[in-house]
């Protein structure tokens, strides 16, 4: 099938933890996405890191999109994200959002942060349909230029904190769920 026939369509992808051999698929990714791209020392420096977690998004044996994330005691912090340009729009960044949010009720974090890029509206607009909201700017925080950022924060909802069979229960919790 190709790609314009699917433009309409949602691909689903399976998402696994990113290894070695799709590393070379990974840097053609992050070169055709970014300005300033991770070199290949730059994920592996980060992916030995203990807290740090790589995953990929694979569609019919080639991976469309991946990203980089940090685990934290109450969140979950994106490193780097991306979806091969010919894939966008298809809902596999969607896809694999909705794999980090599954993480946070799983292991009782409540939000994911990441920051964005001021001039990165697409990304802006990726994220904030996904209910993640700006909360912060980070003034010059670029090396490479004195570009600003903005943290977007996801926050796992009351409800769903109280909905979730990991939530502590009280008499508290349980008023509040009535």
């Known amino acids: 099938m190709r790609i314009k026939e699917r433009e309409s369509q949602q691909l689903d992808v399976q998402i696994r933890w990113l290894i070695r051999r799709d590393m070379p ?14 070199t290949d020392e730059d994920f592996l420096c980060c992916l030995r890191q203990r807290n740090c977690i790589g995953m990929v998004a694979e569609y019919d044996h080639q991976i469309v999109g991946f990203m980089v994330y940090e685990l934290h ?10 979806v091969a340009s010919e ?31 001021e001039r990165n509206l697409d990304a802006q607009l990726f994220f904030k349909s996904q209910d993640f909201r700006a909360v912060s700017v980070l003034r010059s925080h ?3 230029t004195d570009e600003d950022a903005y943290i977007m924060r996801y926050r796992v909802d009351a409800t769903h904190d109280v909905m979730s069979p990991y939530s502590p229960r009280n008499r508290i919790s349980e008023y509040d769920a009535a």
Not at 25 to 38: A, G, M, N, T, Y
Request: proline share 2%; hydrophobic share 40%; charged share 35%.
């Open 25 to 38: 698929d990974v840097l053609k990714i992050e070169r055709e996405s970014f300005d300033v791209p991770w």
């Open 73 to 82: 005691k109450s969140r979950l912090h994106i490193l780097n994200f991306a």
């Open 87 to 117: 894939y966008r729009r298809m809902a596999v960044g969607t896809q694999m959002v909705l794999r980090l949010v599954d993480k946070l009720s799983q292991q009782r974090r409540t939000e994911i942060l990441l920051e964005v890029r």
């Open 142 to 144: 670029y090396d490479d």
